[in-house]
């Protein structure tokens, strides 16, 4: 009996140190048989830091540009080219800030960055750069020197900073006034879904109104005015003066090729052109009435002499008015 308990004794014992440790090692293997979620019910994994910049570094902003210009130099008006030195200002509505702006009407020669802050930066730029110029208005033409930049991040718009859009007091620029300067935006559509903005800087400068009228001008009336002294010349004189219209009409036409020996090949008349033309034009009616004078005195008709006397001395001033007129008028 005794070893009857004992031994009851020692099987409980076993079977109290073994079952739960059977019963835990069993419960992975049930777990290992459940059925496993579906891939819709699995949680999506959280975005990287990585990307999330990355999206953030592409996404649209909006960036205010403004440009003070501080020099401008070598402007040729054959090419239209000429250089310039600028300060371009940028400020970001978020981060990053960086701006890569091109020229679309030159090329960038001299960079520098004087300002790197998180939402502002500012460069100083130099440039060489072209422009359209029409000088039909010679001796009194006006051009406009264009500074035109777009961003190379397409996903931003650029605004104009008046505030920060300026001209130097101190810029000069040879031979020309420097009127003004202004700025605009231009939107222009690259496909269906791209845009791109421009800001296109302009300089408004001028030919010096005083220089070009005594250079250009004044040389061509001091040659009229002779013209016109030969018109009190009697028809016994009608040689002599048949002789001073036609040297006259000389100096003109040389007067005219020194004029506009400096400028480019144009295909069009400038409006010095048309003086001078309207000048070679008055002229040519004083000798036509200068010839009939001294026809008619070879022929000893005093009369036809006389009548052609006193119908060029209203024709030849009246044509000449009208015809000048016209040009500064600019009806022609």
Known sequence: ?????????????????????????????????????????????APSAEHHEEHVRHAPQT?????????????EVGPGSFQAEFYVTAHCTREPCEPDFELTNGKITGKERVLDDK????YRVRADLTGYVDLSEFPFDAHVLPIALVDKNLGSTL????????????VRLAGWDVASFDGK???HALDAE?????????????RPRISGFFKSIVPAIFM?????????????????????????????????????SALPPLG?????????????????????????????????????????????????????????LLVFLRVV
């Open 1 to 45: 009996m005794r070893a009857f308990l004992v031994l009851l004794i020692a099987v409980s014992a076993f079977l109290t140190g073994v079952l739960p440790s059977a019963t835990a090692s069993a419960l992975p293997a049930a777990g290992h048989h459940a059925p496993a979620a579906s891939a819709s019910e699995a949680p999506a994994p």
């Open 63 to 75: 960036v205010r540009v403004g440009i003070e210009l501080v020099s401008l130099g070598k402007f």
């Open 119 to 122: 939402l502002h930066q500012e």
């Open 159 to 170: 605004e104009l900073d008046l505030a920060e859009t300026k001209l130097d007091p101190e």
């Open 185 to 187: 935006v231009e939107t």
């Open 194 to 206: 791209h845009k791109v903005t421009e800001l296109e800087f302009s300089t408004h400068i001028t």
């Open 224 to 260: 009229i005015f002779v013209m016109g002294f030969t018109l009190l010349l009697k028809p016994k004189s009608a040689a002599s003066r048949l002789t001073a219209a036609t040297g006259g009409l000389m100096t003109v036409v040389m007067f005219h090729i020194s004029a506009t």
């Open 268 to 324: 069009y008349l400038t409006r010095l052109d048309k003086f001078l033309i309207a000048t070679y034009f008055v002229y040519l009616v004083n000798i036509g009435f200068s010839v009939a004078m001294v026809r008619f005195d070879e022929k000893k008709n005093d009369r036809a002499a006389e009548l052609m006397y006193s119908a060029a001395a209203g024709v030849v001033p009246g044509i000449g008015l009208l015809a000048w």
